[in-house]
Structure formats: C-alpha cells, structure tokens
C-alpha cells in the first residue's frame, strides 16, 4: 500500500545540529504542512538483498540516495524491516527550499513499516523518520504542528498542535525561483551553523519565537504568525550568510521587497525562505489574488494545511 506525505514549511526554523546523526536540532520548531506538494512512496521485497530507491523511475545514487538508505538501514536494525525496493513519486522541484526530503522520508518510512507488517504510534514513527531528514518528523504530524526539544532519539519527535480545520483560511503561496537544484546542501548548512557562534542568538530567539507562533496559531492572527516567521526566516538567512553560504537569488529579493510593499498596503502577506531560493508566502486565502497578480511570477503554487502522512 503506498504512503502519502506532505513537505512542512517552518514557522520557526531548524538550523544546525545539537546531534548530526539523529538529526536533533537545536532548538524546537512549528511547522504547516502544504497540501499542494506531496511524495508518495511504495515499498516491496527487494530480490538481491539490497535496498534500492527511485524516484519517478530513475534510481536514486550517491548522494542523492544517502537519505533514503540511511533511514532504510535504521529500519533494518531496530525494526527488522527486510531489504527493500522503494518507488517514490513526487511533484516537488527537489533541492530547492520545499523539503522535499522531510515528505519523501516520512512517506518512505511508513510505506516500508507497513510492507513489513511493523505498526507503531505516530510519535514513534515522527522520531523514525527524523533518522532520514530532520524535517521528515513534521510531515508524520503534519497540520499545525510542533516538533518538540528533545536530547534523545525518543525524545524528539513533531505532534499535531491544530487540525487543518481550525484555520481554513490560511494559505503559503510559494514562489519557486528556480527549478535548479540548490548548491550547497542543508546537511552541510545545518553543520557549518552548528559550529558557527552566530547561530547561538538565532536557537534563543528561535525558543521564543515557538511560544510567539504556536499562540498565534491558537489565534488564527496572521499579522503576529507572520512577523514571527518572517524574523525567524531572516535570522536562519543570516546565519548562512555568516557561514558563507548564499541561498537566495536576485528575484527572490525582488519577491522579498515586493511583500513588504503588499504589507505597506495593508495586506497580511509575510514571506519566509529555507535553504534554496524559493519564497514561501504566508497569508489568508481572501489575499491570494492580490499577492500572485503583485508579484506575477509564474512558477507559483498556493498551498491550504495538509494532513499528516498516511496510507492510501
Ligand atoms: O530536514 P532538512 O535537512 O531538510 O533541514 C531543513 C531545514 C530548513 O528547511 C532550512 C528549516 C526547517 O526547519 O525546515
């Protein structure tokens, strides 16, 4: 049966490492997942005895399938899931700033768990997928969520914090600038911030960005949400700047100055960045209209609040 996930867009941002190989952050995060853009995967036995990933068909190497293997080892020691064939099909531009990989891994991992019979809570299976991609905890929740401080494995783990239900209104329209694969990794941003000081006054804003957004969130106030996660998005860009690492481009400032203006103008519309240049902004469906025909960019995608990641 295959499984279906969904990429989260952080609110309040994870950026380097408190552990590098369990992926636990250094601070906590909330997050939405986006209903446009999804990763859906399918597992079965493999015959030789190796785990093999695709995705649309082309299988996954080197690089691009240490993600995927390194969650598929995990299931193998502490689940006793047998070597895989996993298909994975997606309609996200992959290394551009949408975490692609926090959907495929949350997709992945339940797929393979239900091939091989294993069942486990939803807290368990947000902590295993976070083996594969930090971000993948959230898309096991997905909805409003919060992905919790934790210094263990079992301690770090995304939960549901609203339902998609209690904000209908609220939409991300994501402006994809380019559909080229970023440069540098967010495996090798996540490393050089954990060494870089300034990312420490980054993680203690972060902590209290979290309270800020998540009461925002129970508001349903998208003037506060979005001055937190635009300050917070702000702060994980400078830090990769400080590290050396220039993850926008030219029109996505073009996309950044343009929403400050809609703002200026009396239109909740906040805009947020991760690592690639893809603009993601956060705003209430009545304004949709407005913030695409201002910034007339075509490459653009509005997302509602998509569910968490499930079998279909
Ligand atoms: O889970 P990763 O390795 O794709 O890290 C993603 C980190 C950011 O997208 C930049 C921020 C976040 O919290 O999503």
């Given at each position: 049966m295959p499984a279906l996930a969904h990429p989260t867009l952080a609110f309040v941002k994870y950026w380097g490492y408190l552990d590098e190989k369990l992926f636990l952050p250094l601070n906590p995060t909330v997050s939405v997942a986006l209903d446009a853009f999804y990763v859906r995967a399918e597992a079965k036995e493999s015959r030789d005895g190796k785990d093999h990933v695709y995705l649309d068909g082309n299988e996954l190497l080197g690089e691009k399938a240490k993600k995927p293997l390194k969650l598929l080892s995990f299931l193998h020691e502490h689940?006793?899931?047998p070597p895989l064939v996993v298909h994975t099909e997606s309609n996200i531009p992959m290394?551009?700033?949408?975490?692609s990989s926090g959907a495929a891994m949350a997709a992945i991992a339940l797929a393979a768990l239900n091939y091989s019979g294993v069942k486990v809570n939803e807290r368990e299976l947000s902590t295993i997928a976070r083996v594969g991609s930090g971000s993948a905890a959230r898309s096991v929740p997905g909805h409003f969520n919060e992905w919790v401080y934790g210094e263990t494995h079992e301690e770090s783990y995304a939960y549901v914090l609203?339902?998609?239900?209690?904000?209908?209104e609220f939409r991300v329209v994501t402006f994809i600038v380019s559909r080229e694969h970023k440069k540098v990794s967010s495996y090798r941003g996540h490393s050089l911030a954990s060494a870089n000081p300034f990312n420490v006054p980054r993680v203690l804003e972060a902590w209290k960005h979290v309270e800020l957004a998540k009461r925002a969130i129970d508001k349903r106030d998208i003037w506060a949400l979005g001055e937190v996660v635009e300050k917070d998005a702000n702060n994980l860009q400078a830090v990769a700047l400080s590290s050396?690492?220039?993850?926008?481009l030219p029109q996505s400032i073009a996309i950044m100055l343009k929403v400050r203006e809609l703002r200026e103008s009396g239109v909740p519309a906040f805009y947020t960045l991760d690592a690639g240049p893809t603009v993601h902004v956060v705003t209430l469906k009545k304004y949709v209209d407005e913030i695409l025909d201002a910034i007339d960019w075509k490459d653009a995608v509005v997302s509602g609040v998509g569910e968490g990641v499930k079998l279909e």
């Amino acid at each position: 049966m295959p499984a279906l996930a969904h990429p989260t867009l952080a609110f309040v941002k994870y950026w380097g490492y408190l552990d590098e190989k369990l992926f636990l952050p250094l601070n906590p995060t909330v997050s939405v997942a986006l209903d446009a853009f999804y990763v859906r995967a399918e597992a079965k036995e493999s015959r030789d005895g190796k785990d093999h990933v695709y995705l649309d068909g082309n299988e996954l190497l080197g690089e691009k399938a240490k993600k995927p293997l390194k969650l598929l080892s995990f299931l193998h020691e502490h689940y006793n899931v047998p070597p895989l064939v996993v298909h994975t099909e997606s309609n996200i531009p992959m290394g551009t700033g949408i975490a692609s990989s926090g959907a495929a891994m949350a997709a992945i991992a339940l797929a393979a768990l239900n091939y091989s019979g294993v069942k486990v809570n939803e807290r368990e299976l947000s902590t295993i997928a976070r083996v594969g991609s930090g971000s993948a905890a959230r898309s096991v929740p997905g909805h409003f969520n919060e992905w919790v401080y934790g210094e263990t494995h079992e301690e770090s783990y995304a939960y549901v914090l609203h339902e998609r239900e209690h904000w209908s209104e609220f939409r991300v329209v994501t402006f994809i600038v380019s559909r080229e694969h970023k440069k540098v990794s967010s495996y090798r941003g996540h490393s050089l911030a954990s060494a870089n000081p300034f990312n420490v006054p980054r993680v203690l804003e972060a902590w209290k960005h979290v309270e800020l957004a998540k009461r925002a969130i129970d508001k349903r106030d998208i003037w506060a949400l979005g001055e937190v996660v635009e300050k917070d998005a702000n702060n994980l860009q400078a830090v990769a700047l400080s590290s050396g690492i220039i993850y926008f481009l030219p029109q996505s400032i073009a996309i950044m100055l343009k929403v400050r203006e809609l703002r200026e103008s009396g239109v909740p519309a906040f805009y947020t960045l991760d690592a690639g240049p893809t603009v993601h902004v956060v705003t209430l469906k009545k304004y949709v209209d407005e913030i695409l025909d201002a910034i007339d960019w075509k490459d653009a995608v509005v997302s509602g609040v998509g569910e968490g990641v499930k079998l279909e």
